[in-house]
């Protein structure tokens, strides 16, 4: 945040009750421009994609590291900063060495977690390189496939692709994007972002380079989170050592040191709070699961799934007893439209996924096996806010 920010910040605030000033840069699902302590990284990657300057193109890359160590977060903002250098609007960055190039390689990023077919990964491809409007309806995989390589066809510089959050359980299956990467046209490189290491992965036999992103150290974690509070929270909300403790507790995962920086700051501001108190750092430690599922999976979800999940996080622990009686709870819930048969299906799908997790119930039943309540695998104070928030 620049100092102009900050000084409007300060003439906005009237002292009046209003814990949280902006949920966007308090979310746990936005990324801001310049990722903290990823320099490394972006080194890495920049020097991976150097011939992109020279208007050639780089071999495939793997990027890899666990979750919430911030891949997603430097990978979109490096796009997003070469994006306007192959749009044409711009030149090339100029150095004493190297003059500028016109043909650059174009850049698109894509994330399979809503991008998970075929015909969807063609049709993002596409889309990110020309101007005009594709299609979603009424062509076939092989048009957009053919429309593809007309698109690129002899053109030099050819296009590098982001492709996000591969290998994740209702993301694009690994083996299939292989078959889709060898579809491409031949002046189209990839560069794939996942959390599995190389060996456990078969994308990194095509690969010229792998990047290894680590889990955030404990400082720089706690400067995340002063930093996100400063920007989304009123003056002082957040002290630095109640930063510092969630971070300690989040062990290097910006993830859910975030969702518990936003979960804390919700029940505060729920409370008629001004700062938040160790209590609500308290219900928001002890909300998260853990592991827990990031929130840019549950809300990447199809929009009747999330209804669902709406619905659910609603439920008290006897109206998730098992996956029957949640579902006559879910189906019973104001603005459900959805058939109990279709609310159980996406029960157990969401299941499958591990959004949601099936744990063998305590109670008696004398037919056979007890019943499987459903627990959630994501904080639902974080989520509900989330998802009322974009309604």
């Known amino acids: 945040m620049d100092i102009d920010e900050r000084i409007r910040r300060r003439q906005r605030w009237t002292g009046e009750s209003r814990l949280i000033q902006d949920y966007d840069a308090l979310s746990p699902v936005g990324h801001i421009d310049e990722p903290s302590d990823r320099g490394p990284v972006f080194e890495q990657l920049l020097d991976h994609l150097d011939p992109v300057f020279d208007g050639d193109l780089p071999g495939n890359a793997y990027v890899h590291g666990p979750s919430g160590a911030g891949k997603t977060a430097v990978v979109t903002a490096l796009f997003a900063h070469l994006e306007p250098l192959s749009s044409g609007t711009q030149s090339v960055i100029h150095t004493s060495t190297r003059a500028a190039t016109t043909g650059v390689p174009g850049v698109v990023y894509l994330d399979t977690r809503t991008t998970t077919s075929t015909f969807a990964l063609y049709h993002g491809v596409l ?17 957009l496939r053919s429309r593809l390589h007309d698109a690129l066809d002899g053109a030099r510089a050819g296009a590098v692709v982001a492709v996000d959050h591969v290998g994740e359980p209702g993301s694009a299956d690994t083996d299939d994007l292989v078959d889709v990467f060898a579809g491409l046209p031949s002046n189209v490189s990839w560069l794939a972002v996942g959390r599995d290491p ?27 989170l002063m930093t996100r509070a400063s920007s989304g929270l009123a003056h002082r909300a957040l002290d630095h050592e109640q930063a510092r403790r969630i971070a300690a507790w989040a062990d290097g995962n910006a993830h859910d040191a975030l969702a518990a920086l936003f ?28 592991p827990s599922v990031s929130l840019g999976r549950v ?12 619905a659910l ?35 157990y799908e969401l299941a499958e996924i591990g959004v949601v997790e099936r744990v063998q119930s ?21 989520f509900r806010r989330l998802y009322d928030l974009q309604q």
């Not at 809300?299 to 709406?310: C, F, G, K, S, T």
């Not at 305590?362 to 974080?382: C, Y």
């Open 362 to 382: 305590e109670l008696d039943n004398d037919q056979g096996r007890p019943p499987s309540r459903v627990e959630l695998r994501f904080p639902p104070t974080a």
């Open 263 to 290: 979960v804390a700051a919700v029940r505060a501001d729920d409370r008629d709070r001004t700062r938040i108190a160790e209590t609500d750092v308290d219900d928001a430690l002890a909300e998260l699961p853990q």
């Open 299 to 310: 809300l990447a979800l199809p929009e009747n799934r999330q209804a669902v999940l709406r």
């Open 198 to 224: 190389p060996a456990q992965t078969e994308l990194a036999a095509y690969t010229a380079t792998t990047v290894a992103v680590r889990h955030y150290r404990q400082q720089t974690l706690t400067d995340v």
């Open 127 to 143: 889309d990110g390189l020309v101007e005009e409007s594709v299609p979603k309806h009424g062509i076939s995989t092989e048009e």
């Open 313 to 347: 996080v609603d439920l008290d622990e006897t109206d998730r007893a098992s996956v029957t009686a949640t579902t006559e709870a879910v189906a019973a819930a104001p603005g459900v439209t959805l058939s109990p048969g279709t609310i159980k299906r996406y029960l």
